[in-house]
């Protein structure tokens, strides 16, 4: 990982350094090992597909990642829009301006410590009033439920790192300028809203496209030796301010095939079956372009700099 992955991410973020606000979130895959934990033993008596058979992997340092990606690196040090950080940087906050209104943003690594938790509530009451979004690597689920990978559970083995719904219970819920909760880390794409203890509107987001092979296919590798590799694909939010109800956008884009997947006809035949069988075509094409309609987001934040809305 700090050999090829670091390198490759940094690469990467060193085309955008510089030319907009913009945050790097840890997950399992970034930190500096993984091992399979002797609490879970593998149980290979269990039948072909189910996990249990592959026990519980354990990961731990995040050295690498905060050397790269830390608070004093090249892409954060001294950046005005970089504006509270915790842990060297594993949680970290930045704002940013849009449609009229400014954004807090709050990234917080795998599994949030307590510690992490209370950090980032002491960043919202330090920016009152701001429309929050929240961004950790494991939130939801491609089922839309609040629960962790089975191979791949923090809770279970640290009780200390806390579970998707602790993360809800302890300070998504309780905080009402967070609208919105973004995730990954689960093989495909899922959506649901919640009432906070307020009864404000939060939207969850699940966007993970990591386990896409059809470019190894598409090079003459056989089905089963193809990587998933991603094939390109990302989630993409235009946010729009400016009518009455402020929308989002949400849609799904390439950029190896340069095309959206509602613009791609073999879209749900290629990554269905792998990410939502149960699904209908058009239901699984309809999951990867849809709006979000945040209906109480004028009365939550006020109209806007812009007067929008009034």
């Known amino acids: 990982m700090r050999n090829v992955e670091i390198p490759a991410a ?12 913009f945050s790097v979130v840890s997950g399992n895959h970034d930190y500096d090992g993984q091992w399979w934990d002797e609490q879970w033993p593998q149980d290979l008596t269990a ?18 990642f905060t050397q790269a990606f830390g608070a004093t690196s090249k892409y954060f040090k001294d950046r005005p829009w970089y504006v509270a950080s915790h842990d060297d940087g594993a949680d ?10 400014r954004f807090l943003h709050i990234g917080l690594q795998m599994a949030p410590s307590d510690a992490s938790l209370k950090w980032a509530e002491t ?16 939130f939801i689920d491609k089922t839309g439920q609040r629960r962790a990978h089975p191979v791949v559970d923090l809770n279970a083995l640290d009780p200390f790192d ?27 794409q899922a959506f649901r809203t919640d009432l906070n203890r307020q009864g404000g509107a939060v939207y969850q987001l699940l966007s993970d496209y990591q386990d896409r092979n059809q470019t190894a296919l598409d090079a003459g590798l056989a089905p089963g030796r193809a990587p998933g590799i991603g094939d390109g694909w990302l989630r993409l ?35 269905k079956p792998n990410e939502q069988p149960q699904m209908t075509d058009d239901g699984f094409v309809a999951a990867d372009d ?15 700099a812009d007067g929008a809305g009034r």
């Open 10 to 21: 940094i690469a990467a973020y060193d085309r955008i350094d510089g030319v907009l606000p």
């Open 47 to 64: 039948p072909p597909g189910d996990l249990r058979r592959l026990g519980m992997i354990h990961i731990g340092g995040l050295t690498a």
């Open 92 to 101: 970290s906050a930045q704002v940013f301006e849009a449609g009229g209104y």
């Open 123 to 138: 960043v919202i009451h330090a920016h009152p009033g701001l429309p929050t979004l929240i961004t950790t690597h494991d």
């Open 162 to 188: 806390n579970s998707a719904q602790g993360v809800w219970d302890k300070l998504i819920s309780r905080n009402p300028q967070i609208f919105m909760v973004l995730s990954g880390h689960h093989n495909g």
């Open 237 to 271: 939010m235009v946010f729009d301010m400016g009518g009455d109800v402020p929308t989002v956008r949400v849609r799904t884009y390439s950029t190896y095939y340069g095309v959206y997947a509602s613009d791609q006809a073999e879209y749900a035949r290629r990554y």
């Open 290 to 304: 849809f709006v979000i309609r945040l209906e109480d987001f004028r009365a939550r934040f006020g109209p806007g």
